[in-house]
């Protein structure tokens, strides 16, 4: 198996998993954007949204908007950032929402994705807070 993300979703790839349910699996990106960015991707693999059977669009979109409100309750974001790369762009080719923490003047603006890096044991903390409202 190839994909990174299929390694994910086998647990034979390390992740900071915060949401977990039959079709889609939520997980920390390890350059976040923000603090708390997440990655949603459907277990099953598809490459891009093309792919997508249109069942998996409800349990998808519906993670997203979990994830979105979870950041809102614990994280005390303003806002989000829901996107998607589809080839162009696309790293991982296999599908992932992101979905972004965004406050008022946190200085993010138009493509240009800056990055960040978590200290050590601050990437357990933040999936501890987003898994509290999401999984337990
Ligand atoms: P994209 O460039 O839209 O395809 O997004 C792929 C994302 O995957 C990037 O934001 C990467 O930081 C993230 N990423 C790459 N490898 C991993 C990994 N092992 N665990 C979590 N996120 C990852």
Redesign the pocket.
Known sequence: MAC?FCK?VAGD???EVVLEDEHVLG??????VFKG?T?LVPREHVDTLLELPEPMTVPLFAAARRAAAAMSSELGAQGTFV???NVV????PHL?V?VVPRTKGDGLRGFF?P?TRYADGEAREYRDRLRHALVD
């Open positions: 990174l994910i790839e390390p992740a997980f920390l990106d390890v350059r976040p960015h990655l996107a998607m790369n762009s696309q790293s991982v992932h992101h994705w990055r």
